[in-house]
């Protein structure tokens, strides 16, 4: 078993140095984790993103960490019994890593040469241990005599592996060669990790770059946007704080001296602009609230961020999609695609091609150079990170990455309000106590909130300033009678139209949960 784990953690070290030198669609441990992440089923993804939130990459790496463990240790045990069936086992894996690296975005035929190397450097370390490895104790009357006699049968043929068994060096070489081994997969995967860190130039370009200023800036936030009740969540989302939900496992790194995005399809003239024109165009800078379509009522995959970037419809004028389009299909370069109703990002809202993020250019890990922001949207039919082509299109030819996956293909964002203060579960002291959350109807605005304590009557929450309708609106209330003991506390909102939110509860899947959120806590 000892001997399989090694020999994994070989050849993946060996793989993941290699494709340090070649590109992020060479690793095979990511290739094949893009592969899982692919072929899941839709309810499995779900569970993963509402049961782990922004963890969810996390876990499934500690996950494929201990099935390839355990899946290692058997082939250790296999190759000590047969070593041509445990090799075998070794090579088909290894065809099977290299199937996934291959067919991932992006990919070149020589993106499989790490996998190859890594595959046959395991199995050379494999080989090596079992060789090393202690073999039973030969009795007496076992012992090679001429066929026929007593010890090896008639005809049999001695195994190279059990011969060379029997010729045991001793469990301390065994066990100082395999920790060799292990020590020089710790330092390959850490020199890997530098590697790909200094060769990733996206991220020294972004900490370089320096963003022009917006054309058309966002208007100042009004006074008092921020509910002015301890523990209110800030109304801008820092971006180390903002969620990240995407198919991508590994972050990708996009020049953009490279990164062009092509506009074509259904169009009277295709259109493809660089970062280059991009900063050399009239930006537009606003504020936005994003939401993931997998956040449960009450859920905080939402954020709240001033984004600068070019307006989508003044790219699609340039491009003049034909009468019969209705929709645009957009594609990451990691291969994520999104689908958007046309009309959506071609009036008035402030759909953007953003390169800024609260004032900095845009994270990595939340689409540097360039990502989509539409308004009033969930993110898996708008907020494509990396973008990379935009294809007009029709909703009747097309289908997306979740769209085929059984979601909603245009995922407009319901209504929702959610508890921020007091926390669930919490203590606070009875008497004077406050209420805060967040409310949001993304490019409709919020216009009441009401909070219900345990089965009394609704009451009117106070509203925070509105920054735009397209942002989420922060609302308190105090109360000067909480009694001591264990309550409930619900919340419901209104949009701009003063349609009130469902209560109605329904889960993310397929089109964003409903339901109005309520909260437990413990006066004192």
């Given at each position: ?113 790490p996998t190859a190397l890594g595959t046959a450097v395991g199995l050379f370390c494999l080989r090596w241990l079992i060789r090393l490895l202690p073999g ?144 050399e165009a009239d930006l537009l800078e606003s504020y936005t609230t994003l939401t993931c379509v997998s956040n449960e009522v009450g859920g905080g995959l ?188 619900r919340v419901r909102a209104w949009d701009g139209d003063g349609k009130l939110q469902t209560e109605t509860p329904a889960p993310p899947a397929p089109n ?13």
């Amino acid at each position: 078993m000892l001997a399989g784990i090694v020999s994994a953690a070989v050849l993946f070290a060996v793989a993941e140095l290699a494709a340090a030198f070649f590109g992020p669609a060479a690793s095979p441990f990511g290739s094949v984790g893009a592969a899982v992440v692919e072929l899941s089923p839709p309810w499995l993804t779900e569970f993963a993103i509402t049961t782990f939130a922004t963890a969810d990459k996390l876990v499934l790496f500690v996950s494929m960490g201990i099935g390839a463990t355990l899946l290692a240790a058997g082939i250790g045990v296999l190759a000590l019994r047969n070593w041509t069936a445990g090799a075998l086992v070794v090579a088909a894996l290894g065809v099977g890593m290299v199937v996934c690296v291959l067919t991932r975005a992006g990919a070149v035929p020589a993106d499989a040469i790490p996998t190859a190397l890594g595959t046959a450097v395991g199995l050379f370390c494999l080989r090596w241990l079992i060789r090393l490895l202690p073999g039973p104790a030969v009795p007496a009357d076992r012992t090679a005599v001429p066929a026929g006699g007593v010890g090896v049968p008639a005809g049999a043929a001695a195994d190279p592996a059990t011969a060379t068994r029997e010729a045991d060096p001793g469990r301390r070489t065994f066990l100082a060669t395999a920790g060799v081994m292990a020590g020089a997969a710790v330092v390959m995967g850490i020199a890997a990790g530098a590697i790909s860190a200094a060769r990733n130039g996206a991220r020294q370009v972004r900490e370089a770059l320096g963003l022009p200023a917006a054309a058309r800036p966002a208007k100042p936030l009004p006074a008092g946007v921020q509910a002015p009740v301890d523990g209110a969540i800030p109304f801008v989302t820092p971006n180390a704080q903002f969620y990240r939900i995407d198919t991508a496992l590994f972050v990708p790194s996009v020049d953009p001296a490279q990164w062009t995005l092509r506009v074509h399809g259904l169009v009277e003239e295709e259109v493809s602009v660089g970062f280059q024109d991009l900063l050399e165009a009239d930006l537009l800078e606003s504020y936005t609230t994003l939401t993931c379509v997998s956040n449960e009522v009450g859920g905080g995959l939402a954020g709240n961020a001033r984004w600068l970037g070019y307006p989508l419809r003044e790219l699609l004028a340039r491009a003049r999609p034909l009468p019969e389009a209705d929709m645009v299909l957009s594609t990451s370069i990691d291969g994520f695609t999104a689908s958007t109703p046309l009309a959506v990002l071609t009036d008035a809202r402030n759909a953007l091609l953003a390169i800024g993020m609260n004032g900095e250019p845009l994270p990595l890990e939340h689409g540097f150079p360039v990502r989509m922001v539409v308004p009033g949207l969930y993110g898996y039919v708008s907020a494509t990170k990396w973008v990379v082509d935009l294809e007009v299109t029709r909703f009747e030819d097309k289908t997306a990455y979740w769209t085929s996956r059984g979601w909603s293909d245009h995922g407009p964002i319901k209504t929702a309000s959610r508890i921020d203060v007091p926390r669930a579960g919490s203590r606070v002291a009875a008497g004077r106590t406050p209420f805060a959350g967040t409310a949001w109807a993304q490019h409709r605005g919020i216009s009441k909130v009401q909070v219900q304590l345990d089965d009394g009557d609704w009451a009117d929450a106070k509203l925070a300033a509105e920054a735009s309708v397209d942002t989420w609106r922060q609302w308190y209330l105090v109360r000067d009678d909480v009694p001591a003991g264990q309550h409930m506390l619900r919340v419901r909102a209104w949009d701009g139209d003063g349609k009130l939110q469902t209560e109605t509860p329904a889960p993310p899947a397929p089109n964003g949960a409903s339901g109005w959120h309520s909260i437990e806590f413990t006066a004192d």
